[in-house]
DNA sequence: GGTGTAAAGTTTACAATGTAAACATTGCAC
DNA sequence: GTGCAATGTTTACATTGTAAACTTTACACC
């Protein structure tokens, strides 16, 4: 992150793995997953087909590291929502609710790596970045548990019931199997995820 | 479907499109998508590399027609899961979610391949097939709305909530983010989508 | 019964891709 | 300074998707 120094014309590169994912990530928003190929990302980072090789063992590990990048983006952008609202835990909920979409539903082909495929993988670095994004709900549950918004109980469970609702209907948004009226993309998600949390508020 | 009389030697296959999609759905369960081939499929088939072209455009051609086999799977067993449970909706709802995660389980490639990348592609036929997959979960909500187990409202959004929270629960059933004790699959799922339909109950 | 045509399969050819191996360059430790 | 390890490059090759030209066969029609 500091080594922007070096850049021109230098034999070496610099900071080439990162540079293969970002091309990577380009190549995927661009024309999908099957788009992406060695030789094109190593074209786009003005490197010599073969020169992936010194960062990735194969194509597979250069996914991979695409699949992490997308976790970590999706982390930042969760705990943004969090930030948004120090000390209100139910707009917190609805907050992450809402910029998992936004993030899912910009990044269609990012989030089908990440959770397809790559996630099936038994990478464990790739694991641990995806827990990290689910960390940031599951202590916004807890918090929310506390402030007596929730009910007590399994918080981890409560958060894989949330993370499951608002994943699956990123992915159904993606497809054409959910299509909402007008209403903005809000107000989708957060009436979705209100009647689960109704379930699960206290004294229910 | 009524041609299976031929097969020894001939030098025309039959029914060699079916016999290539089932060489590509044993393939995907085997070895994952990336396994699936043109010239390995072929060959399950017997039948020459080139071949496929006869019945398929291209490649992508023929995992759409794979993807289209799994939605109607899916619709048979979820089917079965509505008949399971002649005249009690609730059930019906329950039954149909567990059933719909034994499929995402038992073939995870299979359901990454259904919803990612193909899903977001813009075939008439494979969005047809996937929605006769919903309808049986739209038709069983709207058959307890009217026995009074769900509140009146937009059937299709809820059979959307309940949609997704059940997709989203599979696919992180197959990834380690969501780790259940010993328990049952039949009660987890139904436990999840208790809480959720406690949300969408009348008089709540 | 013969035949000719379209459907279904085969062969050959080629470009793109992943990957291995041998070679080249360069920054840095000593 | 110099030598080595890290980083790139070149060359080579097997696999794959796909096009084109050719072959076989079922079947409609006379």
Known sequence: MDNAAESLTSYHHGDLRHALVEAGVTLLQAEGIGAITLRKVAGRAKVSHAAPYRHFADKQALLIAIAEQGFQKLTVTMQAAVN??????????????????????????HLTLMFGEMLQQEDDVLHEVARASFDVLLNAVTRAQQAG????????????????????????????????????????????????????????
């Open 84 to 109: 948004q609202y120090t000390d209100n835990p139910r707009q917190q909920l609805l907050a992450i609710g809402e910029h998992y979409m936004q993030f899912g539903i910009a990044h269609p082909a």
């Open 149 to 204: 918004i929730l009910k007590a109980g399994d918080s981890r469970q409560m958060a894989t019931s949330m993370w499951s609702m608002v994943h699956g209907l990123t992915v159904l948004k993606g497809s054409r199997l959910a299509e909402q009226g007008g209403g903005e993309l809000k107000e989708y998600v957060e009436g979705m995820l209100e009647q689960l949390l109704e379930g699960l508020a206290t004294s229910s």
